[in-house]
């Protein structure tokens, strides 16, 4: 199952070349380090499925001697395996670009919360559309998000004041198990979809 995600790498390495200058980009531009991170860690896993989409990668793969159980498995490891190598170049960049960054900027829990709603997306809708609808959601999500976050906090101040009064530790917690959730949810409803699809 590995050489699964191995595969994305070696399809890849063309974009790869383009990978770091991309990073800069957003580090030149001082974008904020949580975007960096964002951006950084969904590089990789969705140039993967960008390539599937026009190469029709998945009836070679259902002909290899892998199960689809496995063939998905590889993408939701895999993309948790590039986010932390993202992760590590993107704090390199910003190390060197001498911008500072704190631990919750590393967004681990949006690009989880990310690909946990977009991935099934990938088996729901036909090939050659769902990228570009990808990366248009994320941009907007991107623009809009913090303004929405600001707004929510200001209007439902019942919720705030409750978040507030949570220690630090049990906030963090509580987000890892949301997200989390959603993450392997996510996951089984995938398996799902793709067991059930003809190539």
């Known amino acids: 199952m590995f050489n699964l995600v ?14 770091i200058p991309f990073i800069m980009f957003f580090v030149i531009m001082e974008s904020h380090p949580a975007l960096t991170f964002l951006v950084a860690s969904i590089f990789i896993p969705f140039n993967a499925f960008a390539y599937d989409e026009k190469a029709e990668t998945n009836i070679l793969l259902n002909s290899l001697p892998y199960t689809r159980k496995e063939i998905i498995a590889s993408r939701y490891i895999g993309a948790i395996i590039y986010m932390v190598l993202a992760i590590g170049v993107a704090s390199v960049a910003l190390f060197v670009s001498n911008t500072s960054y704190t631990i919750t900027d590393i967004a681990i829990g949006l690009f989880l919360l990310f690909s946990a709603f977009t991935f099934p997306l990938f088996y729901i809708f036909k090939p050659g559309y769902i990228f570009y609808v990808v990366l248009v959601s994320f ?10 976050v600001i707004f929510l906090a200001e209007n439902l101040t019942a919720m705030t004041d409750f978040i507030n009064s949570l220690s630090i ?31």
């Open 6 to 19: 191995r595969r994305d790498v070696i399809l890849q390495k063309r974009q790869l070349l383009i990978f």
């Open 139 to 148: 941009l907007l999500l991107a623009g809009i998000g913090p303004s929405v």
């Open 169 to 199: 530790p049990v906030i963090y917690t509580g987000a890892a198990v949301v997200v989390m959730f959603f993450y392997v949810a996510s996951w089984r409803i995938t398996t799902t979809i793709y067991q059930r699809k003809t190539f």
